[in-house]
T-cell receptor, first 112, second 113 residues
Framework: KQEVTQIPAALSVPEGENLVLNCSFTDSAIYNLQWFRQDPGKGLTSLLLIQSSQREQTSGRLNASLDKSSGRSTLYIAASQPGDSATYLC???????????WGAGTKLIIKP | DTAVSQTPKYLVTQMGNDKSIKCEQN?????MYWYKQDSKKFLKIMFSYNNKELIINETVPNRFSPKSPDKAHLNLHINSLELGDSAVYFC????????????FGEGSRLTVL
């Protein structure tokens, strides 16, 4: 059974720092993996989608990597800003039935 | 122009009542979903529809009944509301089950008193 884990559950860093959020999965037979952010009281916003054949995707200051063999994806945020404060979730879509398995999220706080 | 829109955004009601949440997407997607996010912020799939057909029906009480009149709409009707139904309900859509990007609505916060 696929399990998706995000550690740490919460992270607080000063503004301007580069940081990495982690997402690990137990079953490497994934179709793709998607990163989202959720602001308090809001819906989820898609950040990056990585297909299983890809190693990384970039959008602005965000870079997501995928290593299926080690069961790991990372979300790299460069030059963090207070506006990056949110909960970041990853979700792995299974190859077998296309079901999406969610991590519990990492709550990120960027201190001005 | 909102891609995935849900109404109402807030819903406060008494136990035992019946309520509906509506969802519409203008992205041309053929797959739509309902998710429940509880107080601990954990996201759980409830239903998935592809081309108006039910694909995923997780272990959700049969008091919850989704209805998809067309590909662009997926409504959620809840009968005999219980306290434990209080949560935020999210609608989402994607192009195909396999997966394109998932796009979410802003959520509908249901409070059952």
């Amino acid at each position: 059974k696929q399990e998706v884990t995000q550690i740490p559950a919460a992270l607080s860093v000063p503004e301007g720092e580069n940081l990495v959020l982690n997402c690990s999965f137990t079953d490497s037979a994934i179709y793709n993996l998607q990163w989202f952010r959720q602001d308090p009281g809001k819906g989820l916003t898609s950040l990056l989608l990585i297909q299983s054949s890809q190693r990384e995707q970039t959008s602005g200051r965000l870079n997501a990597s995928l290593d299926k063999s080690s069961g790991r994806s990372t979300l790299y945020i460069a030059a963090s800003q207070p506006g990056d404060s949110a909960t970041y979730l990853c979700a792995a879509r299974m190859d077998s039935n296309y079901q999406l398995i969610w991590g519990a999220g990492t709550k990120l706080i960027i201190k001005p | 122009d909102t891609a995935v829109s849900q109404t109402p955004k807030y819903l406060v009601t008494q136990m035992g009542n019946d309520k509906s949440i509506k969802c519409e997407q203008n992205l041309g997607h053929d797959t739509m979903y309902w998710y429940k996010q509880d107080s601990k912020k954990f996201l759980k799939i409830m239903f998935s529809y592809n081309n108006k057909e039910l694909i995923i029906n997780e272990t959700v009480p049969n008091r919850f009944s989704p209805k998809s009149p067309d590909k662009a709409h997926l409504n959620l009707h809840i009968n005999s509301l219980e306290l434990g139904d209080s949560a935020v309900y999210f609608c989402a859509s994607s192009q195909g089950l396999a997966g394109g990007e998932l796009f979410f609505g802003e959520g509908s916060r249901l409070t059952v008193l």
